[in-house]
Every structure is written in structure tokens, then in C-alpha cells.
């Protein structure tokens, strides 16, 4: 009988085995196929030969020139890639600075707060955000050109952050996880709402802190619609990532192929570890709101 | 404290004094208030902030009379908000004429997309003026109400106190709201008014002015069939295809990625693999990496001549297929490339939800004798729906307006239905409104995509959205 037993549990601890290599065969495959572009980028913009559709892989000829060229070959008129590096790192920071502060406050508001509106305003938000973005772009730029404000950074700062408030839910999720009491605690030791948020939920808060900061650093080095129609043709005042899209458009890709990857990877390494050292925040911040 | 609240009571018997509900409805709030109001309350219903000054809150009530002084002076000057409304009738009645000579400078007059935005604007200040009128006269009631009470009313520096307790909602909320109303609704309520307008590439607004054409484009829009002379309506007929195509898109999207992200969180949760963490963080750099960037290159690659052609034809497949140039297979090939970008990002939000799910579930339907398909049917994709509908939602709306793959990808094209209208054959309704908006500036065109575009995902959502769990028992979890 135990035998028997012994000999059953063997051949289900084979089958096992074969599913879990099965199953390692699968991950590494699909592992690669998900990888594979990223390797290419690389080793793209170690490539000595320019040009955009060559028949291999690997470079023939490996170096750093790329690179070099990115930040000191003029593109265009005469702006260089460390221009719009220097206009996304501006324009980032004090977008970061002024949705961050807006975020919070709303989303605090949303949580802690319970007035007349709330229900309402939470609605109008929903309601807002089914609009596509691009609709308003043009009613943006005559705002804009109606305090003359067009061309310039501050411009593309504004359009940035003036909406952060919108962007609540996922940090009012958060909040509604902090137990009530404390907040009430607070209040029958004559603590104002002000200190409450300032001194106890914001200290609670530092995920959430985080990740707003990051995820609003990171939107200005994503766009590239909004520069393109307020900036027009002014070149000096793009973003990175117009910056890179105008390198391969069809009048530079044949030429300027290697230095797009290049300016690619710089992009990308910085995002890629921002993205990665907070993914923990991010799926505890999501499975919040989907929870409630 | 106590001794005042005996006052109060006292006082309570000679002036008889009530309470008014601030949480019923507006007209019903000021209504109650103008008749237990005493004579300096109904007066402050015309001049702002009387029954405050009366009372002795003399900053406040300065405060409110001076934003009513500047609000007439605003809607009565010269080119103020009375001439700004006359114009938002009008849109303007004086284009840009040239000057003198074949190569005179042209002499700007009204420009009809300025009428309208400062004539919406005005309307915007007019609510918001009326917001700020009742709150001066429920703060005024209140001071005849403290008076009533015996009580001094609050002073300035008191009030400023509750801004950051009681009502520390409207602080924390007047920046935020501005940048929203200035940046956010202004625009939505300008592109919504220029769906019901003749703004096009023949209308410019300054050198041939704009008018009011009602429903006309909506009409054009939605109606099916062909025209009463004859040819195909082009603008029904571009809208209705794209509509099909963008639903097929969102559906096949929404669900692929959400069932293949899921299988692959539960294969690397599967007990006995190793590295979870590793393989995890593989499949993530590709949303680590900005989407522009990966799909610029995903599209160099799959161009006619780029790499995966020139693979091909190393191989010796002489005529590879046009990856992205013929209809139906770059259909295809969109909805593969998205799953390629959407995929990982289901797994990292799949990850932790699966773990939660109660392990005695699984061993029942184990002893029930159920194999892997049937578990995975019965138990875990029920229960991920019932959790997840919301972010499904989410997504799915997110894939109907999903600009980002089509546009970087194949820019809409191929183009090769030509009774379309600026379209190509993958075309998401928000790429056309795009290309309507940047090529062809058919802007009333763009709007009334829009405006459609908004009534799609509000109807999808809103059903769906208030009757789901999270929605309705937002306060279960605290």
C-alpha cells in the first residue's frame, strides 16, 4: 500500500518536474521575445555604421560616437539633444512641484474630507477625464495665445500641471486605506485639519508621496504631441521626446538612425529605474483603488 | 463656553431666529435665508457683504462688496463681459480686411474664436460670481444668526482659522480647481460649442468669420445611407467605419491582454518556478521603457525594408509580407504589437490580486476533481472579474481612445479606402480627430468626434462604473 503510494507520488513529482521545465522553456522564450527590441536599441547605438535598414544585428564596427555626436552635432538649425534635455529636466521639475502639491490636496480632500460637493466634484472629475486630450489642444493654444503666452516654457508648464488635480483617484485610494481613527484622535487633542494632514497623514503617506512625484516627473519626457503644437517650429524650446521623434521623421532617419537610438537608451535608463524601484508602490497604489 | 450658550438661549426667546438647512438646494438655501433674513440680510442679496459690515465683520464684508464692485465694473466697461456675451451671439461681424494696394498689411478686426472663448469665459465668471454671492449671503445670515444668539460673530482672523479646519476642503481645493476650470473645462466648453459651428479650413475666423450652424455637422456625422444626390456621404460613412473598427480594436485589446497577462502571472506564480522576481522584471523593463520610444522602434522594424523584412529575405523568403502597408494584416499586427506593450502591465497588476485569492476554493474544485481549464474558468477568471471591472473598464476606455499605438505605429494608414475622409484603415476615432484637427482643420469636424467619443466611454463606464461594488461601498473599507 505504501509502495504503491510512494510510487504514485514519484511519477507526480516527475510530471512536475517536466511541467516546471516546460514551463522554464516557455518563460525564457517569451522572456526574449519581450526583451529583444531593447537589446537591439543597445547595440544599435554602439554602431559605427549610420543608416537605418541594415540586414544585421550585431555592429560590425563598436563605439561611443554616437553618443558623442547626441549631445554636440547640432540637429536642424543648430540645437543639440542637451538643449532639449535641459528644457524636459526644467519643464519636469516645477511640473513635479506644482502637481504633486495639487494631487495631494485634492486627494486628500476626496478621502478625509466629507462636505456638500464631494460626490459632485468626484463626478465632474469622472466626467472630465472621458473627454479625449486632444480635443481641447486647440482651444489650449488660443488661451494661450490670448495672454500671449504661446512659445514659451512656462506655457508648457502650465498645460502640464494646471490639471494634476484630475489625477486623484489613485492617491485617494491610498488615504481611504489610513484607519479614520487617527484622524478623529487627533481631533479630540485639538488638532486642526491642517495639522492633520500635514502632521499625520502626510508622514503615513511616503509611498504615495513617491510615486506622485516620480509618475508626474516622468510625463513631460513623454510627450510629444503638446510641445509639437504649442513650440510650432521652434526647435530650441522642444522636449526630449519631440526632440527624438523629430530624429526619425523622414527627413533625418537615414542619417541620424544610431544617434535616435542612442538618445533613446539615455532616455530610457533613467525612466526605466524610476519605473522599477517603484513598481511596489505602483501595483499597492493600483490594487487600492481596485479594491476601493 | 457654556455661560455664552446660556446667553444665547436667553437672547433665543426675544429674537426669534432659525436654522437653515445649507445642505438642500440652492434656490431652496436662499430662499429660507431671504425670508428669516432680517432687513440688512435682504439688503445684502443687492449689495454684497451688508449684513457683515452691519455685524462688524468689516474685512470680510469689504471683501465681498469690492468683488461685486469689480464684477460689475468687469461685465460693464468698455469690451467687458456684456460686449463679450453680445459677441458670443454674433462671433463677430468685422473680418480682417487688407489694406491699401496688391501687398497692403492685412488690418486684423474681430476674430470669431476670441468671441467665443471670452464669451464662454464670461459665462464661466458670471457662475462663478454667482457661487461666491451666495456664499456671501449664507455668511451673512450667519452673522445675524450669531447676533440672534448673543454671540459675537467671528472675527476675520477667526475665519481665516476655519479655512484651515472646518473648511479646509475649500483651501486645499481653490488652486487645483482653478488650473482645472482654466485648463481643462474652459477648453472641453469651447471645442464642445465649436462642434455647433462652421470653423473649418473655408472659415478661419478672422479673414472669413465663424458662425452659429447648429446640428448641421452632427447630422452629417451620424447620418447612414448615401447622400439624397447620390454619392457616399463621406463623413458618415468615414465615421461609421472607424467607429466599427475602433470597437473591434478595443474589445480584442481589452480582453487578449487581460486574459494573456493573467496566464502569464500565473505561470510565474505557479509553485516550483524559480527567479519569480527575475522573470517578473523581465517582462516589466518593456513598460519601464517610454511607449514612444519602443514603439518608434518596433515600428523601424517592421517597415517594408527594415529589420525583420531583411531577416526574411536572409533567410531566403524572397517577398515578405508589408508588415504594416496592407489592411487587414496591419490590423493584425496593431493589436499583436499591443499585446506586446499591454501584456506586462496586466501582469503587474494581476500579480497580487491572484495571490489573494482564498486557497480553499482551489482545493475544493481539487477534490471535486476539476483539471486546470475548468479551475481557471470557474474560480479564477470569475473572481478577477468580479475584482478587477473596474480597471477593465478603465482599460477598455483607455484602448478606445488609445492614441499612442496607432499613431506611432502606422499613422492610421494604409490608406487605401479613398471614399474615407482624412481616415486611414486603422484609424482610431481619436487618431482621425487628430489628423483632423493637425492636417485638415476641420475643426467643427474634430469636435463632433470628440463630443461622440465622450458620449461612447461615459455611457460604457457610467453604467457600469456606479453600479460596481467599489463604487457604491466607498466607505466599507474604512
Known amino acids: 500500500m505504501s509502495e504503491k503510494n510512494t510510487t504514485k507520488f514519484r511519477s507526480k513529482r516527475k510530471a512536475q518536474n517536466t511541467t516546471d521545465i516546460i514551463t522554464y522553456i516557455l518563460l525564457s522564450i517569451l522572456g526574449f521575445m519581450w526583451v529583444f527590441p531593447f537589446i537591439i536599441i543597445i547595440l544599435i547605438s554602439f554602431r559605427e555604421e549610420k543608416g537605418m535598414d541594415l540586414s544585421y544585428v550585431i555592429p560590425k564596427t563598436f563605439s561611443f560616437q554616437n553618443y558623442i555626436d547626441l549631445f554636440t552635432v547640432p ?4 540645437v543639440t539633444f542637451f538643449t532639449w534635455f535641459k528644457n524636459t529636466l526644467l519643464i519636469s521639475i516645477v511640473v513635479t512641484i506644482v502637481s504633486t502639491f495639487f494631487v495631494l490636496s485634492v486627494s486628500f480632500t476626496m478621502s ?22 486632444f480635443m481641447s489642444m486647440s482651444a489650449i493654444y488660443i488661451i494661450l495665445d490670448a495672454f500671449k503666452m504661446t512659445g514659451k516654457l512656462s506655457s508648457l508648464m502650465l498645460c502640464y500641471s494646471a490639471s494634476a488635480g484630475l489625477g486623484f483617484y489613485v492617491a485617494k485610494g491610498f488615504f481611504d486605506t489610513i484607519p479614520k481613527a487617527m484622524d478623529e484622535a487627533a481631533w479630540i487633542d485639538g488638532a486642526t485639519k491642517w495639522t492633520v494632514f500635514t502632521k499625520i497623514t502626510m508622514p503615513l503617506s511616503k509611498p504615495i508621496i513617491v510615486y506622485t ?65 517603484m513598481q511596489k508602490c505602483y501595483t499597492e497604489g493600483l490594487s487600492g483603488s481596485v479594491k476601493g | 463656553m457654556e455661560n455664552n450658550t446660556g446667553n444665547g438661549q436667553n437672547n433665543y426667546q426675544t429674537t426669534p431666529c432659525h436654522e437653515v438647512d445649507y445642505d438642500r438646494a440652492l434656490p431652496i438655501v436662499l430662499g429660507q435665508i431671504f425670508t428669516y433674513g432680517d432687513l440688512f440680510t435682504k439688503l445684502s442679496f443687492l449689495i454684497m457683504g451688508f449684513s457683515n459690515i452691519i455685524r462688524g465683520q468689516i474685512i470680510k464684508g469689504f471683501i465681498f462688496l469690492l468683488t461685486e464692485v469689480m464684477f460689475f465694473y468687469y461685465l460693464l466697461m468698455e469690451n467687458g463681459g456684456v460686449y463679450h456675451l453680445g459677441r458670443l451671439i454674433t462671433l463677430g461681424t468685422n473680418p480682417a480686411s487688407q489694406g491699401d494696394g496688391d501687398f497692403g498689411q492685412i488690418i486684423y478686426n474681430d476674430d470669431s474664436r476670441k468671441c467665443l472663448l471670452f464669451g464662454v469665459a464670461t459665462i464661466v465668471i458670471i457662475f462663478a460670481f454667482i457661487a461666491l454671492w451666495a456664499e456671501s ?31 479646509i476642503y475649500r483651501t486645499l481645493l481653490f488652486l487645483p480647481i482653478t488650473g482645472v ?17 462652421n470653423y473649418n479650413m473655408e472659415h478661419n475666423g478672422y479673414t472669413r468669420l465663424i458662425d452659429w450652424i447648429g446640428f448641421d455637422m452632427f447630422g452629417k456625422v451620424l447620418h447612414m445611407g448615401s447622400d439624397p444626390d447620390g454619392g457616399v456621404n463621406k463623413f458618415s460613412h468615414t465615421f461609421w467605419t472607424v467607429l466599427g473598427w475602433t470597437l473591434i480594436w478595443a474589445v480584442a485589446t481589452t480582453f487578449l491582454c487581460y486574459i494573456f497577462g493573467m496566464i502569464l502571472a500565473m505561470v510565474i506564480n505557479r509553485k516550483g518556478i524559480k527567479y519569480k522576481k527575475f522573470w517578473r522584471t523581465l517582462f516589466i523593463t518593456s513598460v519601464a521603457v517610454p511607449q514612444f520610444v519602443s514603439l518608434l522602434i518596433m515600428r523601424s522594424f517592421l517597415s517594408e525594408f527594415g529589420l525583420l523584412n531583411s531577416v526574411l529575405r536572409n533567410i531566403g523568403i524572397s517577398d515578405p509580407p508589408n508588415w504594416l502597408g496592407d489592411s487587414n494584416l496591419a490590423k493584425v499586427v496593431v493589436i499583436i504589437v499591443n499585446l506586446w506593450v499591454g501584456i ?71 490608406n487605401l479606402d479613398l471614399d474615407k475622409y482624412q481616415a486611414g484603415d486603422t484609424d482610431l476615432l481619436v487618431t482621425w480627430l487628430y489628423k483632423l484637427t493637425m492636417d485638415s482643420k476641420d475643426y467643427n469636424l474634430a469636435s463632433v468626434i470628440g463630443i461622440l467619443i465622450f458620449i461612447l466611454s461615459a455611457t460604457f463606464s457610467l453604467i457600469t462604473y456606479r453600479s460596481s461594488g467599489s463604487y457604491k461601498n466607498e466607505e466599507e473599507f474604512q
Open chain 2, 137 to 167: 449671503l449664507r455668511s451673512g445670515y450667519e452673522a445675524q444668526y450669531f447676533v440672534a444668539k448673543g454671540k459675537r460673530p467671528n472675527s476675520f482672523y477667526r475665519d481665516i482659522q476655519i479655512y484651515f479646519d472646518k473648511k
Open chain 1, 112 to 133: 478625509r474630507i466629507r462636505f456638500k460637493m464631494r460626490r459632485t466634484f468626484m463626478n465632474i472629475a469622472l466626467i472630465l477625464g472621458m473627454f479625449p486630450g
Open chain 1, 213 to 277: 512625484v516620480l509618475t508626474s516627473f516622468m510625463g513631460p519626457w513623454m510627450d510629444y504631441i503638446f510641445v509639437a503644437y504649442i513650440m510650432r517650429t521652434q526647435y530650441d524650446k522642444y522636449t526630449v521626446a519631440r526632440g527624438l521623434y523629430m530624429m526619425i521623421d523622414r527627413e533625418h532617419a537615414q542619417t541620424m538612425y544610431t544617434q535616435f537610438c542612442a538618445g533613446a537608451v539615455v532616455v530610457s535608463i533613467p525612466l526605466a529605474i524610476v519605473f522599477l524601484s
Open chain 2, 181 to 197: 476650470l482654466i485648463f481643462t473645462v474652459l477648453p472641453i466648453i469651447f471645442m464642445i460649442c465649436i462642434g455647433f459651428t
Open chain 1, 75 to 78: 540637429i536642424g538649425s543648430d
Open chain 2, 344 to 414: 506586462p502591465y496586466t501582469m503587474l497588476i494581476t500579480t497580487g490580486i491572484l495571490m489573494n485569492i482564498p486557497a480553499e476554493l482551489y482545493e475544493a474544485a481539487k477534490v471535486d476533481g476539476a483539471n486546470a481549464v475548468t479551475t481557471f474558468f470557474k474560480i479564477t477568471l470569475p473572481y478577477m472579474i468580479f475584482v478587477t471591472t473596474p480597471y477593465l473598464i478603465q482599460q477598455f476606455i483607455g484602448n478606445i481612445n488609445n492614441f499612442n499605438v496607432i499613431y506611432l505605429l502606422t499613422g492610421g494608414g494604409p
